[in-house]
């Protein structure tokens, strides 16, 4: 059985791990359903419906052209890039006397994991080296900030945080950093907001519930929607947003949907539903609890349930476009209970068979899988646009292809053994520049490192 080992500070990753035991059924609320029991190898792949674009082709992997990286500044306001990674936003209008160097605008992007604030740096001209003493740094434009008006706080298990830049819309007379925070265990807390751009005084708005879907499908990344497809597909809606935790809780693939708050208020009142929304993607069906309802049958190709997908993008370039998931994909065997391959059943605390908990550092209860890779994942906007009219099942749009990133990492090779949450982070896209921005988590010491990518052109 193949193993792999992590730099991660001890302290933190035993943390970290011990709350992932609280994946077993037996230990959630009295109200949660167990889930469909997780298989211990690759699903069988479903065929996906033929579905016409609609205008187009897809982005290949092929149209993605590596430029390099860059690295992240050092600490301000009370936080740092150190296991940063949730978030990760473009602004067009940030920087506005940064060099004319093709790679204008800003990004706002969340730090480190236990406080998730936010902090705007310039975009320096990527580096094509395995050397970071040769890549250029970001600069601070403005320091870290919370944007959720308290939150986030320490009380909370594994935190996240995600955010979009949009322009105003409806009503509003400014863009906004619109925002989903989420902790490991929720089912309906209220969830997603939005704050002005202004981090020193980003006055937000929120939190509100997402519609009648729980927070394991909804609250994690979010991303713009191209306007000519949301006009067709989904009028008005022009973010998506989602989550794709490890294990069945989410059902067995990445969750998105479009939606916008806006039209529910300028903004909606605090712990108001949002109700203008659509589901493009779930691999399952909303069950009356926070439980995601799924089988094989529902599955996406070659599913595991360590697979985590922090971040995605709705790429476009002329005539191409495609939804793509940056994250960690699980390879070979996978299984839950401990890292050393040891498997803990569901129901076996039931049955009075549980195997002995392996002695430290194997003594951490978690979903696990052989082998890891960091990847993007590829899906067609015609597919999501034929589950928004209602033509296709959630789970039938698969991915058509997928994009390994191991050859573009500076630390592709983790020491501890498995790791599925720590390879890659957030992105982001610049649309007018076609060019996309993402996260390797742990690059640069424990601070992360952003690559950039040019799509299309």
Known sequence: ?????????????????????????????????????????????????????????????????????????????????DYSGHGLSFYPGGDSNSPDDGFPGSLFGVGHDQQLYVS????????????????????????????????????????RLGMEY???????????????????IQDFEPSHGWSELDLSHPQPAGTWVFGGYTNYVTNDYIFEIPAEWAAVNAPGMLLATGRAREGPWSGRGPALFAYAPWEDGNPPAPNAKLTTLTPLLLYGEQADGPDIVSDESTAMNGYLDPDHWWGGAWLTAGEKSAVIFVGTKALGTAWYGFSNGVVWDYDCAEQGNCPEVPEWPYDDRGYWADDYQAQIIFYDPADLGAVARGEMETWEPQPYASLDLTPYLFVPEHEFPGDNLTLIGAAAFDREHGLLYVIERLADEYKSVVHVFRVGQ
């Open 1 to 81: 059985m193949t193993i792999r080992k992590t730099k991660l500070l001890w302290p933190i990753f035993l943390i970290i791990l011990s709350v992932l035991a609280c994946n077993l059924p037996g230990e959630m609320e009295p109200e949660t359903s167990e889930p469909t029991p997780a298989e211990n190898t690759k699903l069988a792949p479903t065929s996906p419906v033929p579905v016409i674009p609609l205008s187009g082709e897809v982005v290949s992997p092929d149209d993605l052209q590596y430029l390099g990286a860059f690295r992240l500044p050092e600490a301000s306001g009370g936080s740092s890039w």
């Open 166 to 184: 949009l322009p105003p819309q409806g009503d509003q007379t400014t863009g906004k950093l619109h925002f989903a925070w989420g902790q490991h």
């Open 120 to 159: 705007e740096i310039s975009i320096p001209a990527p580096v094509n080296s395995k050397n970071l003493d040769d890549l250029n740094t970001a600069v601070t434009l403005q320091p870290f900030a919370d944007i959720t008006g308290g939150t986030i706080t320490d009380e909370l298990a594994i935190p």
